[in-house]
């Protein structure tokens, strides 16, 4: 029967060889010089190994030092870009609201301390979120509920639920008829965009606020005394626009010309980057908000044919997935292939998955905590100086290409 040797550890003395010791010393050297030479970057990141959680540990604090992977990873990421990158002065910062944050309280707790530091410029929403944030600007009550009743007695009982938020019925009847009085006005009869529609509705709120003795009842009337202009990229998408839609059969109130949104906000994004600044987007949810923010660098290329590269920053909290081919889950690199993301700037984007609900206050509690107050941008007064320019540098390009060679 013939005998083996046993196997020991090559580092055991007993087994020492010559030659088994020089073959192990050159099978270092090449993997030192080779692939797994690349080890030590690999392993360069901060070591997991948090302090135990303390009952007087501050939120930022809390974010940096326990927010460590998966998810939570990506927020610490996403809340150091925003606050230490996205919120420099040089910086344009537009938001995109989608999904019902404004019921939620969304608006009150984190859009308005945003709006109030300096840190949102521009917005594009969904116009049910403005609706619904119509209601607080009114005093209306909304109420935290439960997602497991039966929704046929709440039509009987006249209950709306929103998940778990419930309210009177008579918040959406009140409402309309407020928003179809002050729509018959005069400064509403005339065609406008819906940053117009919005600075309006915030003006005519914020009288009530000072009727009332508040202030910053509402994203309205925050966004209407800073100047941050309110955009709605499906304005008949809402209650709001069902109103004015009712209006229309009147043959009075607003009249929407969403062309004028769409070089409004491209003319923004110009005008950040033509002066030697940059674009930031942060996208709370997807849909029709989130194209709106980003499509303005398709139309500054694409169709002005103006030179860019794309937004800047790229901050996205979302629940959708990628695979599924919509935009609400497409990510960062798939917009640099629209033209939306510079693609140099790539590595500056996050993509959260998470609620919004969970994300955008930590978001907010981190920025306002690390990043010092910025002066407004007060876009909403400038607009038409800033699509003028916008209007200029196209007519100028599309006369070069007319006159160039074919």
Not at 197 to 220: M, N, P, Q, T, W
Not at 238 to 247: C, D
Request: proline residues 5%; aromatic residues 8%; contains cysteine.
């Amino acid at each position: 029967m013939e005998r083996r040797t046993p196997e020991v550890a090559p580092s055991d003395p007993a087994c020492y060889h010559p030659r088994t010791h020089a073959a192990i010393g050159n099978l270092h050297t090449r993997a030192v010089g080779g692939v797994m030479g690349h080890k030590k970057k690999f392993l360069s990141g901060k070591k997991i190994y948090p302090d135990p959680i303390t009952v007087d540990l501050p939120v930022d604090r809390l974010i940096d030092e326990t927010f460590l992977a998966y998810n939570g990873g990506r927020l610490q990421e996403a809340c150091r870009l925003f606050a230490d990158r996205m919120l420099q002065d040089d910086v344009t910062v537009g938001i995109s609201l989608s999904g019902a944050l404004t019921p939620a309280g969304v608006g009150r707790s984190c859009i308005i301390p945003l709006i109030k530091a300096g840190f949102i410029d521009w917005i594009a929403s969904t116009g049910a979120n403005l609706y619904h944030d119509t209601h607080f600007g009114l005093g209306m009550s909304l109420h935290r509920g439960t997602h497991r009743i039966d929704d046929a007695v709440l039509r009987q009982e006249e209950v709306i639920r929103i998940y778990d938020i419930l309210f009177d019925y008579n918040v959406l009847l009140d409402t309309d008829k407020y928003l179809r009085t002050i729509m018959k006005e005069p400064p509403f009869c005339k065609v406008m965009g819906t940053a117009e529609l919005h600075y309006l509705l915030g003006k005519y709120l914020a009288a009530r606020e000072k009727e009332f003795g508040v202030e910053d009842s509402c994203i309205l009337t925050t966004a209407y005394r800073a100047a941050v202009p309110c955009y709605v990229s499906s304005p008949g998408d809402s209650s709001i626009g069902m109103n004015i839609a009712e209006l229309a059969l009147r043959e009075t109130g607003p009249r929407i010309d969403v062309s004028l949104d769409v070089n409004e906000t491209a003319a923004i994004v110009w005008e950040a980057k033509q002066r030697k600044g940059k674009s930031a987007v942060l996208i709370l949810g997807g849909g029709s908000p989130k194209n709106f923010v980003l499509q303005t660098e398709p139309q500054i290329q694409e169709v002005l044919g103006l030179p860019d590269r794309g937004h800047d920053y790229f901050v996205q909290i979302t629940d959708a997935r990628p695979d599924s081919g919509g935009l609400s889950g497409a990510t960062p690199a798939e917009a640099v292939s629209w033209g939306k993301v510079d693609p140099d700037m790539l590595a500056d984007s996050v993509v959260v998955y998470a609620d919004s609900t969970i994300a955008a206050p930590l978001l907010t509690a981190y920025a306002l905590k690390r990043a010092k107050a910025r002066r407004l941008k007060r876009l909403y007064d400038r607009r038409v100086e800033l699509v003028g320019k916008l209007k200029t540098a196209f007519l100028s390009r599309d006369r070069q290409r007319q006159q160039s060679p074919r």
